[in-house]
């Protein structure tokens, strides 16, 4: 890359009950902002084809009713 080649800069505001979804490796470099509004709720997935690296069992649980936790 040279110096004139930037890195596209994208920001999205994304509307109410809407999911962004991307992969958030170095190909994607990426920011979340101070949230001043509302809840931001962060999910995370992973995939993998390597046995020796698959995600164990959670044992954490969230009851629907309890809110405390989010």
């Known amino acids: ?11 999205i505001h994304p509307a109410k ?10 190909e994607n470099p990426h920011k ?4 001043t ?3 931001r709720i962060a999910w995370s997935l992973w ?3 390597n046995e020796a690296k698959r995600f164990k069992e ?4 969230i009851d629907a ?6």
Do not use: H, Y
């Open 17 to 26: 009950g809407s999911l962004i979804t991307f992969a958030s490796g170095i």
């Open 1 to 11: 890359m040279d110096e004139n080649d930037q890195p596209k800069v994208t920001t």
């Open 37 to 39: 509004k509302g809840v």
């Open 58 to 61: 959670s044992r954490l649980r």
């Open 47 to 49: 995939f993998t084809c």
């Open 32 to 35: 979340v902002n101070k949230v």
């Open 65 to 70: 009713d309890d809110k405390s936790e989010l």
